[in-house]
T-cell receptor, first 114, second 113 residues
């Protein structure tokens, strides 16, 4: 069975610093998708970034980038120049190519301090 | 562009009363539609998904049901709410745009009293 592990329950950094959130997963599948979602206090689940397993190039989206290590089954999220609005729960999620079931990590609460 | 709307945003319902949460997607056709629930401090649990009108798959046996009367409309219902139905409910969709990526609505807070 697929599992997703986020080992950092909570992190806090100063505004403008860079922060990296960790995510590891376990699967025997070769084709799948990985996501980072952000859930601010409003509770809406917002897609931050996605990565297709068959792509070797790490995805980037403005200040957000990932370090995807397929062999190590690691998918970390780096937030550069962090802003107060980045304060949120961040969830790592996994989706098999042939399935509709997103497998979620437990989440990391990120606090950006002014 | 594609958008998803979900309502009501908040509701408080007595035990034993019915429930109807509605979700619509705009800007796409034949989307996959999902209902998730999130208990306090926890991750998301998939309740139902639909790949087409009238096609509903249930992931978890429960007191809830889902229907898809139109291509871009997804409804979550209950005939008699239980206290354990309280939580945060999220509708979501995926489709041809960035296939295999799921996008979420604003969510609905349900408190059963």
């Amino acid at each position: 069975a697929q599992t997703v592990t986020q080992s950092q329950p909570e992190m806090s950094v100063q505004e403008a610093e860079t922060v990296t959130l960790s995510c590891t997963y376990d699967t025997s599948e070769s084709n799948y998708y990985l996501f980072w979602y952000k859930q601010p206090p409003s509770r809406q689940m917002i897609l931050v970034i996605r990565q297709e397993a068959y792509k070797q190039q790490n995805a980037t989206e403005n200040r957000f980038s990932v370090n995807f290590q397929k062999a190590a089954k690691s998918f970390s999220l780096k937030i550069s120049d962090s802003q107060l609005g980045d304060t949120a729960m961040y969830f790592c999620a996994f989706l098999m190519d042939s399935n509709y079931q997103l497998i979620w990590g437990a989440g990391t609460k990120l606090i950006i301090k002014p | 562009s594609q958008t998803i709307h979900q309502w009501p945003a908040t509701l408080v319902q007595p035990v034993g009363s019915p429930l109807s949460l509605e979700c619509t997607v705009e800007g796409t056709s034949n989307p996959n539609l999902y209902w998730y629930r999130q208990a306090a401090g926890r991750g998301l649990q998939l309740l139902f998904y639909s790949v087409g009108i009238g096609q509903i798959s249930s992931e978890v046996p429960q007191n809830l049901s889902a229907s898809r009367p139109q291509d871009r409309q997804f409804i979550l219902s209950s005939k008699k709410l239980l206290l354990s139905d309280s939580g945060f409910y999220l509708c979501a969709w995926s489709g041809d745009f960035e296939a295999n990526t799921i996008y979420f609505g604003e969510g609905s807070w349900l408190t059963v009293v």
